[in-house]
């Protein structure tokens, strides 16, 4: 499993980011996935999953209304669209298949996102 993201930066708050995440190493089409954040000394949070053939999506309270999640699995990739971000969302965003633990070890790097307060 290799799991390649990608899109952070640095943004106001108010501002918009996507992030992308390239999957190869397993059947993507076959796996509901998930972004997930990780706050500084916080463990991985659930922020969005996207089911494997597009058809129901599940967002954290937090960023609904918000973020939005797709996926194009001839690319086997899944982004994450965040509009109007605010500082709480600031951390290094993650994607792997929903419902994985903070102990999973296929972890990619990870991109980094910061709102500025």
């Known amino acids: 499993v290799q799991l390649v993201e990608s899109g952070g930066g640095l943004v106001q708050p108010g501002g918009s980011l996507r992030l992308s995440c390239a999957a190869s190493g397993f059947t993507f089409s076959d796996y509901a996935m998930s972004w997930y954040r990780q706050a500084p000394g916080k463990e991985h949070e659930g922020v969005s999953c996207i089911s494997h053939n597009d058809d129901s999506t599940w967002y954290e309270d937090s960023v609904k209304g918000r973020f939005t999640i797709s996926r194009d699995s001839a690319k086997q990739t899944v982004y994450l669209q965040m509009n109007n971000v605010k500082p709480e969302d600031s951390g290094i965003y993650y994607c792997?298949?929903?419902?994985?633990?903070?102990?999973?070890?296929?972890w990619g790097q990870g991109t980094r996102v910061t709102v500025l307060a």
């Open positions: 792997a298949q929903c419902g994985v633990g903070d102990d999973y070890d296929g």
